[in-house]
């Protein structure tokens, strides 16, 4: 977390501290116990006193907000993503997970025009209709005579491939190195971002 960031929790704190300051000390209740703080002859003394008690309050919470983000990203490190322990064991480069990523992410239109077994032009006359009658674009496809069920099944299971089949699809990894990476169960992430196992 950056400086920047953890100035912006102390002010959106102090803030807090303020306007609920300001807005409860109008209640009968809340009165008596603001009245506790009016240690001092003045008033003036008295504000400064509150403020002063706003910014250690605030600096208390700014730090254990602090703490939390910290302690929340060290538990995802436990289980990191295939992906980014391929990368950083040099198994693949950070282009060729992008690219794959990007294969995974596609959708069933996608998948067949990109393959070309439709063209880009059915898919967008596909996906005016499938709007309109609410169906499964697999479905539109099929009825327009665009493509055939085998296609469609076909195209399904290429979007429900998991990140090592396609990289395995593309000879960017074996079954051996998949099998190292998922071994890495319980690492640490260095200040650069690289992925160690833990010494036991």
Known sequence: MTSKTKSYIFI????????????????????????????FGHAHDNFIFLMVAFVFSSYIMTELAVYACRFASRMSWQTPKIGKILVSQGYITQDQLFQALQEQSLRIGEVLVREERITPRQLLHALAIQKKKKYRLGEVLTELGYSKEE???WALQKTRRRLGKILREKNLVSDYDLTCALTLKSCRIDDHGRIFAREK
């Open 12 to 39: 959106a704190f102090f803030s807090t501290c303020v306007v609920l300051f300001l807005l409860l000390s109008n209640f009968p209740v809340c009165c008596e116990f603001f009245n506790s703080f009016d240690i």
């Open 151 to 153: 296609d469609i099944r």
